[in-house]
């Protein structure tokens, strides 16, 4: 399965976001992080609902 070609891998680490939720053994996996998005999200929902420029927040 994909965790244990991970864990297999060279890969030190893999960034994944929490937009879904992650399976138990990916959440335990030690070369697995993942990152919250809420308050990217949070902020681009802000500034399109104020027509204010969402690609400025990655510059």
Request: glycine residues 2%.
């Amino acid at each position: 399965d994909a965790v244990n070609s991970i864990v297999a891998s060279d890969i030190d680490e893999m960034i994944v976001t929490d937009t879904i939720p992650l399976f138990e053994e990916a959440a335990r996996c030690g070369k697995i992080r993942q990152l919250s998005l809420d308050r990217v999200l949070a902020e681009a929902i802000r500034r399109v609902s104020n027509e204010e420029s969402v690609s400025a927040m990655f510059r």
